[in-house]
């Protein structure tokens, strides 16, 4: 599908009907399939055919589901995952382990943020978290000897900080590393990271893609571009042979599908953060539909902003496709069709200001969740974010009054009565 237009891959990649075949990609809800050659089955085992035959290391739905978020990000292999939260967990360890090191941008979801800080750190893999606004100087030298990844998001959640990403790849690629971007907010119709250098590009499917709120998710595309080879002593994992799959090589066995593919074989034949088929299916459903979704979504965030800005109580309101806003230009350059339908914006009155016009609106929901289809707020600092102290929050760009708005595709006058009617 790699000559159509990304609306048109919105719907038609990844599933292919053969004739007489169902015309709507099939929920295999199996957990096995079935061999006729105790042989062939051996082979499956060893990796030295492809196929299915247990669900946690690989299933069609979701190898279609997979293949189709592939496409839409320009990508040469992905997989899905459980959540997104395990999307962040194996795409840093499958390339790193005990000993190892990681730079984060310290603009990140507050769950990954715990993840790398406090969870990795207990498996002996340290993070340093740097300023997405710093200079390239300061970025470099961040690097170690043992660092093995560069990690930020497109636009950082809830700081919707826009992230240099040819200022972060570069800097990654001229230390050896490759470069990891959660592209969860911008999503592919947005934003390509992979066109700007990124190697390994996750999401969690469960905002934007899926869309309706339905089922938590997760996925990792590999571009294919970042050569391991080059860097043998950094990847041992997938330069050197696997003792469990009978010596082979990743690398040289799989070429640019040894990323996916040792993650596949190992961390998920070891750790099991499988996506079930069903909510494979739901997600696909969402996908057909991301590219009218992520349009209103983007013309109603704006247009909420417009009117945050310009009303009396507001102190401030950050949405980067928003005329002075600190990240317009890099989300120009980089999502210049838009960038999220997710706002933030801090009242006057300060934090209890905050939580009194979040008690009062009626339509917009108070709701751990952003990117679905239903307008819906939160106070990180109170929801979140909470584990974090004053000094994590500033660092990671969330102001302790901040209130993150995820607009909705409802009708836009409907949304801004019940602003207008909450900070009255
Ligand atoms: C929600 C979110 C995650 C975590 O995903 P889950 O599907 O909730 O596990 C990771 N990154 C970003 C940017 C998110 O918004």
């Known amino acids: ?12 990649s990844g599933y292919e009907p053969g004739n007489g075949e169902p015309r709507v990609l099939p929920i295999y809800q199996s957990t096995t399939f079935r061999y006729t050659s105790s042989e062939q089955m051996g082979r499956l085992f060893d990796l030295e055919e492809s196929g299915y035959f247990y669900t946690r290391l690989q299933n069609p739905t979701n190898d279609a589901v997979a293949a189709k978020i592939c496409d839409l990000e320009g990508g040469a292999a992905a997989m899905l995952t459980s959540s997104g939260q395990a999307a962040s967990f194996y795409s ?11 730079i984060c941008s310290s603009a990140l979801y507050g769950g ?8 990795l750190k207990k ?26 990844v560069v990690f930020g998001e497109t636009i950082a959640n ?11 790849a570069a800097a990654a690629h001229k230390h050896g590393v490759p470069f990891i971007v959660d592209n969860t907010f911008a999503t592919p119709i947005n934003c390509r990271p992979i066109e700007w250098g990124a190697d390994i590009v996750i999401h969690s ?24 080879e080059a860097h043998k002593e950094k990847f041992p994992g997938l330069t050197t042979p696997d003792e469990t799959y009978h010596g082979i090589v990743y690398t040289q066995k799989f070429g640019k599908l040894a990323y996916i593919t040792k993650a596949t074989a190992q961390l998920m034949r070891d750790l099991g953060s499988i996506q079930s088929p069903q909510n494979a299916f739901l997600l696909n459903l969402g996908l057909e539909t ?29 949405c980067p496709s928003l005329p002075g806003d600190k990240y317009y230009d890099l989300a120009q350059k980089y999502m210049p069709g838009g960038s999220c339908g997710v706002i933030t914006f801090g009242l006057k009155g300060g934090r209890a200001a905050a939580v009194e016009m979040m008690d009062k609106l009626k339509l917009v929901a108070i709701v751990t969740h952003v990117a679905d289809a239903r307008s819906c ?22 102001q302790p009054d901040l209130i993150r708005f995820s607009v909705g595709i409802e009708n836009i006058n409907d949304i801004i009565a019940d602003v207008r009617q909450a900070l009255l």
């Open 1 to 12: 599908m790699t000559d159509f237009r990304i609306e048109t891959k919105c719907i038609q």
């Open 123 to 148: 498996m002996g893999v340290e993070a340093t978290f740097v300023d997405p606004d710093c200079t390239e100087e300061e970025l470099n030298n961040a690097f170690r000897e043992n660092t093995k």
């Open 377 to 398: 707020v939160l106070h990180p600092a109170s929801h979140t974010h909470r584990q974090m102290n004053e000094q994590e929050l500033m660092e990671a760009g969330v």
């Open 290 to 318: 991301l590219h009218l979704r992520m349009a209103r979504h983007c013309e109603n965030a704006l247009a909420v902003a417009e009117y945050l800005k310009n009303h009396e109580k507001v102190a401030w309101v950050s």
């Open 112 to 119: 990954t943020y715990n993840l790398y800080a406090h969870t």
């Open 205 to 228: 499917t469960t905002k934007y893609m899926d869309g309706h709120a339905s089922c938590v998710g997760g996925a990792i595309v590999d571009s294919g571009n970042f050569d391991w």
């Open 158 to 168: 809830p700081a919707l900080v826009v992230l240099d990403l040819e200022k972060f």
């Open 92 to 102: 840093i360890m499958n390339l790193a382990q005990a000993g190892d090191h990681i």
